[in-house]
């Protein structure tokens, strides 16, 4: 696809091989290359591409379309000699442009799009009482992302590490995510309920004589037992 001006050279030979003249052509080869905005990028990220001229030759007005092959499935003819085009899938694509003029004229390149992080996490419960020990997460996936959590009321000794302030927090339920650091940011969610301790408490409900039948037994509250 190297394209320029040449001097092309032409002769006419006998049948005993006897040079009976030559003539000098100009010929102008057009050639062109597939520029991208970046060699690798991330699912859902636009990645420019741009038609390149490498030689000084002149394209004048010859051409009439470009179509674009994006290596997904995806096609575009109206692009004209930029486009922008995003992958929903990691992998390594080929895209190839072809102009349309007197004869199609193709130049490709290869773009590949990274997976996303990896962003599974957990704790070891999804409940946990206010006065328990602090819980920090393990990380299965890529490490050195952040925590957060919602609604209002979740406090972390360190959102690095996911731990959390169990008697600073309020008592609610939240969904906790962690952001991976990249290249391709990825969120995890954990669910997460913070409560009171049980109290272990229970009654008796009336006087009961000696030898009375059957034997009594006491009352809980909700969730609780013997």
Known sequence: EKGGYYQVELCAFDSLGNNVGCVMHDVNILGFSLQM??????????VGFEVNQN?????GNGESSYTWVFGDGGVNNTGGDKNLHSYDSAG?????????????????TTVIILPLDDA???????????????????ITGLSGGAFSAAPAGLVFISTSTGEIDLSASALNTYVVTYTTPGPCVNTGTFGVTISNPPTPTFSYTVTYCQNSTPNPTPTFPAGASA
């Open 92 to 108: 390594t694509y080929t895209v190839t442009n072809t102009i349309t003029c007197v004869f199609d004229i193709i130049a490709t």
């Open 37 to 46: 905005s970046a060699s690798s990028a991330c699912p859902g990220d636009a």
């Open 55 to 59: 030689n000084n030759g002149n394209w």
């Open 120 to 138: 599974t996490f957990n704790y070891s419960h999804s409940t946990f009482c206010k006065t328990g020990a602090d819980p920090t997460p393990t």
